[in-house]
Nanobody
Framework: VKLMESGGGLVQPGGSMTLSCTGS????????MQWFRQAPGKEREFVAG????????EYATSVKGRFTLSRDNAKKTLDLQMDNLGPEDTAVYYC???????WGQGTQVTVSA
């Protein structure tokens, strides 16, 4: 089982970025999926999650209205569209299969001028 994140990097405050997670080695379309993030010196925190169909989503209060989670089961991808980014969004972002201990390696997002 493998999760691979991509799309991180440096973005200016107020900018946008899309992270993508690709799953392999398991039945992606049967699995509820989540994004977490971990900022320096802080614990890993929940960002967003979706059920296996992608028709139910949940967001952390801090990102609601700015982030949009979507999945494409045919492509086995989970995308996190992030808009109006601020320095507080700087973190390593991780893809996760809910109810398991399976995580991606993480992708760094840095919001800075």
């Amino acid at each position: 089982v493998k999760l691979m994140e991509s799309g991180g990097g440096l973005v200016q405050p107020g900018g946008s970025m899309t992270l993508s997670c690709t799953g392999s080695g398991y039945i992606f379309e049967n699995s509820p999926m989540q994004w977490f993030r971990q900022a320096p010196g802080k614990e890993r925190e929940f960002v967003a999650g979706t059920n296996w169909r992608g028709d139910e989503t949940e967001y952390a209060t801090s990102v609601k209205g700015r982030f949009t989670l979507s999945r494409d089961n045919a492509k086995k991808t989970l995308d996190l569209q992030m808009d109006n980014l601020g320095p507080e969004d700087t973190a390593v972002y991780y893809c996760h299969i809910q109810y398991t201990d399976i995580w991606g390696q993480g992708t760094q997002v840095t919001v800075s001028a």
